[in-house]
């Protein structure tokens, strides 16, 4: 059974960091492209970052580039979101899933970036 489930969200001043975890179970994680989407409220969900199986390529929405980091550790089934610099407008749930959003989603976890 494929379990997706994020967390590291939390309420952060704008300019602060979050380090968002993504723990994945029942599937073979190390040979899928994993992605972080979000969805803000009354927004469509959309993508924040991908990575390849092997870390090496990484790809960023423009609206988070510079400022997030993406990664992953296959030996442990887990993708990470650093977030720094956070903005107001970064505030949303963030789910992971396999590029495509191929799994059923998770939970989420969520952020919010507010003075």
């Known amino acids: 059974q494929v379990q997706l489930v994020e967390s590291g969200g939390g309420l952060v001043q704008p300019g602060g960091s979050l380090k968002l975890s993504c723990a994945a179970s029942?599937?073979?994680?190390?040979?899928?492209?994993m992605t972080w989407y979000r969805q803000a409220p009354g927004l469509e969900r959309g993508l924040v970052a991908t990575?390849?199986?092997?870390?090496?390529?990484?790809l960023y929405a423009d609206s988070v580039k510079g400022r997030f980091t993406i990664s992953r550790d296959n030996s442990k089934n887990t993708m990470y979101l650093q977030m720094n610099s956070l903005k107001p407008e970064d505030t949303a749930v963030y789910y992971c899933?396999?590029?495509?959003?191929?799994?059923?989603w998770g939970q989420g976890t969520q952020v919010t970036v507010s003075s």
């Open positions: 029942g599937f073979s994680f190390s040979i899928y492209e």
């Open positions: 899933n396999a590029r495509g959003g191929r799994f059923k």
């Open positions: 990575i390849t199986v092997s870390g090496g390529i990484t």
